[in-house]
């Protein structure tokens, strides 16, 4: 079974503080994503990364950054929270895209972190 | 417009109902079909592709129709345990899945 573990379930930080969220994949995917989920937004891309120091822009790129030093790794960072940066942030994992209709894989999840900023 | 939309629901059946919920997309483009399901305040899980021919697992089953661009899933005998949040996600043949807000499906005794 794929594991994808992300460092903490609850998050309290202050507004101006640097946050570091760290997640960790177990089966050796090429993709790792951040998203993250607000109440009638759903889920909403943040970043995404391909492969080691690779990432590209989601959605909403605004206010973060991301680092992917090793595979299993892929950080997001929260370069000066903000109160409208409190959320629900998942990461997930997947295997590269073939190209094949057949072949989009399915991304696997954390179990979030619910960071709040005051 | 957003890109795939769903009926945020609820939808309130009995259990042993079957239940429907549709899905639209708006980009012809789009090539792969999921649907997840996500427990309240748990991480998203795949549930099951759709396929052209439509698939089926189980209670559930999943159609695609391109002409009209939505994708259905139907779940038949619903049990308490159903009771979730299903998204219906997309993809345009990249590795970036593209997640409507979901329908909440709550199943009563």
């Known amino acids: 079974d794929v594991k994808v573990t992300q460092s903490s379930r609850y998050l309290v930080k202050r507004t101006g503080e640097k946050v570091f969220l760290e997640c960790v994949q177990d089966?050796?995917?090429?993709?790792m994503f951040w998203y993250r989920q607000d109440p009638g937004l759903g889920l909403r891309l943040i970043y995404f990364?391909?492969?080691?120091?690779?990432?590209e822009k989601g959605d909403i790129p605004e206010g973060y950054s991301v680092s992917r030093e090793k595979k299993e790794r892929f950080s997001l960072i929260l370069e000066s929270a903000s109160t409208n940066q409190t959320s629900m942030y998942l990461c997930a994992s997947s295997l590269l895209f073939a190209g094949d209709v057949y072949s989009n894989q399915p991304q696997h999840f954390g179990d979030g972190t619910r960071l709040s900023i005051l | 417009r957003k890109e795939v939309e769903q009926d945020p629901g609820p939808f309130n059946v009995p259990e042993g109902a079957t239940v429907a919920f549709n899905c639209t997309y708006s980009n012809s483009a789009s090539q792969s079909f999921f649907w997840y399901r996500q427990d309240c305040r748990k991480e998203p899980k795949l549930l099951m592709s759709v396929y052209s021919s439509g698939n089926e697992d189980g209670r559930f089953t999943a159609q695609l129709n391109r002409a009209s661009q939505y994708i259905s899933l139907l779940i038949r005998d619903s049990k308490l345990s159903d009771s979730a949040t299903y998204l219906c996600v997309v993809s345009y043949n990249t590795d970036k899945l593209i997640f409507g807000t979901g329908t909440r499906l709550q199943v009563f005794p």
């Open positions: 990364s391909y492969d080691v120091k690779m990432k």
């Open positions: 089966m050796d995917h090429e993709n």
